[in-house]
């Protein structure tokens, strides 16, 4: 059991580093959907979108959130299940797989946020 969590941290910091090192935030154009970049629409697509939402895989320039940001609102679970049903040859409402044109916008420099979780009271019943 140890070796097995050995091993997929292992593969989990190695797959971080690739990742990180294929998506960029250059200019001109991408393709909805692919997360990392490579200019195809795959599994790995989604599988770097869960990783940014388990946050096991930082998203510092923003780059996989604006090209796994396939239904308009924020990164999230349905986005990897669009892509996901693309894969699959299901129906495409959002325009996966196809070119968009990055849009340049400056902004001003804000605070980080924290997140804060307060955890339900559940009273004891004896």
């Given at each position: 059991m140890k070796k097995l969590i050995v091993v997929i941290s292992v593969l989990l910091a190695a797959s971080m580093f690739m990742f990180s090192a294929a998506v960029s935030a250059g200019s001109g154009s991408y393709l909805i959907g692919d997360t990392d970049?490579?200019?195809?629409?795959?599994?790995?697509?989604?599988?770097?979108?869960?990783?940014?939402?388990?946050?096991?895989v930082a998203d510092t320039d923003g780059s996989i959130t604006k090209r796994g940001n396939v239904d308009g609102d924020e990164l999230s679970i349905s986005d990897a299940t669009a892509v996901q049903m693309y894969i699959?040859?299901?129906r495409n409402d959002y325009n996966i797989g196809e070119t968009a044109e990055e849009q340049v916008t400056t902004q001003a420099a804000t605070q980080p946020t924290t997140r804060s979780y307060e955890l339900p009271f559940i009273p004891i019943r004896r």
């Amino acid at each position: 059991m140890k070796k097995l969590i050995v091993v997929i941290s292992v593969l989990l910091a190695a797959s971080m580093f690739m990742f990180s090192a294929a998506v960029s935030a250059g200019s001109g154009s991408y393709l909805i959907g692919d997360t990392d970049g490579s200019g195809v629409v795959s599994i790995e697509d989604v599988t770097l979108i869960q990783k940014v939402l388990a946050e096991l895989v930082a998203d510092t320039d923003g780059s996989i959130t604006k090209r796994g940001n396939v239904d308009g609102d924020e990164l999230s679970i349905s986005d990897a299940t669009a892509v996901q049903m693309y894969i699959a040859g299901f129906r495409n409402d959002y325009n996966i797989g196809e070119t968009a044109e990055e849009q340049v916008t400056t902004q001003a420099a804000t605070q980080p946020t924290t997140r804060s979780y307060e955890l339900p009271f559940i009273p004891i019943r004896r």
